[in-house]
């Protein structure tokens, strides 16, 4: 089984910048895409960023230019660089990996908790 925890989140001026991160611990064979998305409060999830194991990525109009999203494989981990932060940018962002926890499994997806990003003066 795969553990993902985030760490990051906080409450941060508009203008300012937040890097959040992502460990995947436990069980891992491989990893394939790595993504973040959030969740503002009565809106439905969204797609923030992602990256493949190619390292291509994908971005939400509403984040292209300001987010930057990373990865380590050695650590297992994603990154989301977030910068000039806009109040619309509030939400708890959950970060997600397509993941084999043995050879033989099959590929699925796994949730981190979600950590809370608030941008406010």
């Known amino acids: 089984q795969v553990q993902l925890v985030e760490s990051g989140g906080g409450l941060v001026q508009p203008g300012g910048s937040l890097r959040l991160s992502c460990a995947a611990s436990g069980s891992i064979f491989s990893i394939n895409a790595m993504g973040w998305y959030r969740q503002a409060p009565g809106k439905q999830r969204e797609l923030v960023a992602t990256i493949t194991s190619g390292d291509m990525t994908n971005y939400a109009d509403s984040v292209k230019g300001r987010f930057t999203i990373s990865r380590d494989n050695a650590k297992n981990t994603v990154y989301l660089e977030m910068n000039t932060l806009k109040p619309e940018d509030t939400a708890v962002y959950y970060c997600?990996?397509?993941?084999?926890?043995?050879?033989?499994?099959?590929?699925?997806?796994?949730w981190g908790q979600g950590t809370q990003v608030t941008v406010s003066s």
């Open positions: 997600s990996y397509n993941a084999r926890d043995k050879f033989y499994s099959p590929s699925r997806n796994y």
